[in-house]
């Protein structure tokens, strides 16, 4: 049997992962998790007037079946959603403007982009279906050794080659027009990734279908799913951080050493196995793997800074064209790529908890505002955006990965009984990839730890579960 096992980080990933070990392993695992700053990763809250904020990562597409499936258990409540609309800025104008009115927006595009929104809808929905076969496999406790053997069992070659060539190479191949691509698929993917259309295709379908489906979040803050998970899988949280991990063996098994920091000093645990879920890229950590032969390699790749602001104010409507703030309609500004735009997007968010009285401030109100930029705001770009404000609060992150298109995914099995999580950003970024990769490396884990190699990368998988069912 599995005795103990270790988890390093405590953010969705690692939360889900200690989760799933349990569920495949069965409840007599000892887990130890290690989080050096808290539970959640990036899913954070800032607080502003008493009331708490997402940070980031706030919405989760309505597909997000392991998503769903964690809130149910864990008794959590979809937050109430608040209309607002969204329009798409190119420093001087709307590019694009929402309505009211649901078919009015589909004339709109199509008046203005012709076929290009239905191609683009077409392509993201194909994607999307190929990508549900994952939730068929896993329940039948299938799993895969390497993010592009998962790729390659979903969409074949096709879904490998998106991870390396861009989403704007992509959508102009199945007739997307240039106009539509600047216009409308740049500024989802600043919005969501911070960059540009060069992001690759499969990132970019995954962000895509987050902007055209029905999102929601968790009331409370979605953080609360990372808690929830260490609670229910009763996980020894540990508050340290994990300096590196040194090989030993112990009668012919491989036994991992796990070097950590914390406020009492240095010290090690012992474990048959580790799940690693943060990102092991030497310009966010200074991980140490020590006595593996072959070494571990160091991972090639940078991460995207991105910051995000949050500000409470007065927004200045009149840059955005609108002198009387009152006419202003929109609560969530999208941009283009313009080398003068100093930021992706900015939102009006509500608080994460919502009552049934809650209304969202008029625009001439001062309201909660939520700035994505790639550089911290300075005072002038702050006076651009807001004509005055209360409070501004900052947090630099290092989120998603630097997309760059030659790069080859990282590896999922570092060593025997040792796995890694997070290379999973680099197939595309969101909290479903990760409790997605975090149940594939359970059931790799529990597959390889009990030989049932038939249950790893598995070819013909479609044909496979069809006839199981």
């Known amino acids: ?170 959508l102009l191949e199945v007739g997307v027009t240039q106009r539509f691509v600047d216009d409308v698929i740049a500024a989802v993917l600043r919005s969501s990734y911070g960059q540009s259309v060069l992001v690759p295709a499969f990132a970019g379908a995954m962000s895509l279908a987050g902007a055209q489906g029905s999102t929601w979040a968790v009331e409370g803050g979605n953080k609360l799913v990372c808690s929830g998970l260490l609670k229910l899988t009763k996980a020894n949280v540990i508050s340290a951080r994990v300096t590196g991990i040194s090989l030993h063996s112990s009668e012919g098994r491989a036994l991992y050493q796990v070097h950590y920091e914390s406020a009492e000093g240095q010290g090690s645990a012992f474990y048959d196995m580790v799940v690693v879920t943060t990102p092991l890229h030497p310009s966010r950590s200074n991980f140490t793997f020590e006595n593996f032969d072959p070494p571990i390699a160091d991972f090639p790749g940078a991460f995207q800074p991105s910051v995000t602001s949050v500000v409470h104010g ?50 001439q109100e001062a309201a909660v505002w939520r700035v994505l930029s790639r550089q911290p705001l300075d005072k002038q770009q702050l006076k651009t955006l807001f004509r005055s404000y209360y409070s501004v609060q900052v947090a630099e992150w290092q989120t998603y990965p630097r997309y760059d298109a030659a790069k080859a995914l990282p590896p999922i099995v570092l060593h025997e009984n040792l796995f890694y999580l997070s290379g999973v950003e680099w197939v595309a970024s969101s909290m479903e990839m990760m409790a997605v990769a975090a149940k594939n490396v359970a059931l790799l884990a529990y597959n390889r730890w009990h030989q049932e190699l038939e249950k790893i990368d598995q070819k013909d998988l479609m044909h496979k579960v069809k006839t199981e069912l």
């Not at 990763?41 to 392991?66: C, D």
């Not at 002198?323 to 969530?332: I, R």
């Not at 908890?353 to 008029?362: D, E, H, L, P, V």
Request: one cysteine or more; aromatic letters at 14%.
């Open 314 to 363: 007065y927004l200045n409507s009149s840059y955005f064209g609108f002198p009387d703030p009152k006419l202003f309609p929109f609560t969530s500004i999208l941009t283009t790529d313009t080398p003068d735009l100093f930021f992706h997007a900015m939102d009006n968010i509500c608080p994460v908890n919502i009552s049934a009285a809650f209304r969202r401030k008029q625009p």
């Open 1 to 170: 049997p599995l005795s103990p096992a270790a988890v390093v980080g405590a953010g969705l990933g690692g939360s889900a992962a200690a989760y799933f070990l349990q569920q495949h392993f069965g409840p007599q695992v000892q887990l130890d998790v290690y989080e050096a700053a808290g539970v959640g990763g990036r899913l954070a809250t800032v607080t502003v007037n008493k009331q708490q904020y997402e940070s980031r990562g706030a919405s989760i597409h309505a597909l997000s079946l392991h998503m769903q499936d964690f809130v149910k258990i864990l008794g959590l409540k979809h937050r109430r959603e608040v209309a607002g609309k969204s329009a798409i800025f190119s420093g001087e104008h709307f590019v694009l403007e929402e309505t009211d009115w649901y078919l009015l927006n589909l004339f709109r595009l199509w008046w203005h982009y012709g076929i290009s929104f239905l191609r683009l809808q077409m392509w993201v929905e194909e994607v999307m279906e190929k990508f549900m076969r994952i939730y068929k496999y896993q329940a039948h406790g299938y799993a895969f050794s390497s993010l592009e053997e998962l790729l390659r069992s979903l969409g074949g070659e096709a879904f490998v080659n998106m991870t390396q060539r861009s989403v704007a190479e992509s």
